[in-house]
C-alpha cells in the first residue's frame, strides 16, 4: 500500500512539470546572448531585428531566420527596438542612448544621439519621420530623422514607461502609475484617457488606430475615442511583459514574465484563450505577430525566439517545463 502510494505521489509531481502547449514550428535557441530584450518585424515582413540585455542588435532575414547584421553600439540593456520604414532601425537603451542603422543598399551605418536620461520606449510617425521617446525622468520627446535633431519634448507626472504611435499619428504614452496621455494636434496640450490602477509596459495601437492595448497586471483595452479603459484578466502570474494584436484583429497575443513566461492568444472579441503556446524558460520580453498574421512570434532572456504557426490546427502537446530546448 505504501508503495502504491508513494508511485502515485511520485507520478503526480511529475506530471505537474507538463502542460498541453502547442510547440513553436521553429526556433532560434541563441538569437542573442544573455537574453533578447526586444524583437520587432519591419513593415514588408522581409526582416526582423531582436536586441539584447548585454547591448547587441540582430538584423534577421524572414522568412529565411538568417543573420544579416550585428551591432554593439549600446553599452548595456537595449530597451527598445523599432523600424522607421523598412530600411531604417532604431534603438534606444539605458545608457541614454538613441542609434539610427541605416540599412540601405546593403550598408550600414550608425548615428548616435546621446541624451540624459534613460530611454524606456520608443515610436516612430512615418507621416512626419519623427522619432517619439518616452524617458525615465518623465519626459516624451520627438526628434526628426535621418538627423535626429531636437523637435520637442513634454514632461510627464511620471516616469514613462512606454510610448506608442498609431497609423492615424497619435502618441500615447503610458507612466508608471497609470496616468495615460494621448497626443493628437498638439504635442504640448495632451489628453489624459481613463487612469488605470497599473503601469502599463508596453503600449500597441490596433491597426486602425481606434484601439489601444497595454501591458500589465491585466489587459489595457482603451477606446481611442471615448477614452475609455476596459480591463481583462489573462491567467498571467503576476504581471505580463507584452502584448500585440493581430493584423485581422481577431486575436491579440501576450507573453509573460516572472514566474510565468506563458505565451497566450486570446480571441479578441471574447478574451477568451484561444491557444495557449510553450512557455519560454525565463522573463519573456516581446511577442508580436507577423506582419501576414500566420505566425506568433515569442522573445525571452532564455536566448530563445519562436515561431507559432497558428493557421494550423491546434493539437495541444504534453512538455516539461524544465526543459523546453526542441
Known sequence: MKN???????????????????LPTHEISSAEQLGVSGLEFSPDGQHFATSSVRGEVTVWSYPGKQKKWTFWEHAGRVQSIHWAGNEKLITGGNDRKIILYDLQAGTVTATELQLNSTINSLGFLASKNWVVSGHLDGTVRVHTLPDLKFINSFETDETVMAVAVSSKGVIASAGDGGQTLLFESDLNKPREITRSSRDAAELRFSRDGQKLLGSGWKLLIWDVTSGQLTMRDTGHIGAFSSVDISPDYKYYATIGCSADARVQLFDFKTGEVARQLAPHNNC?????????????????????????????????????NESSSL
Open 284 to 320: 519573456g520580453t516581446s511577442v508580436r505577430f507577423t506582419p501576414n498574421g500566420q505566425f506568433v512570434v515569442s522573445a525571452a532572456e532564455d536566448e530563445r525566439v519562436r515561431f507559432f504557426d497558428i493557421t494550423i490546427p491546434y493539437k495541444p502537446e504534453m512538455m516539461q
Open 4 to 22: 502504491w502510494l508513494l508511485l502515485s505521489c511520485l507520478w503526480l509531481v511529475g506530471c505537474a512539470g507538463f502542460q498541453g502547449v502547442q
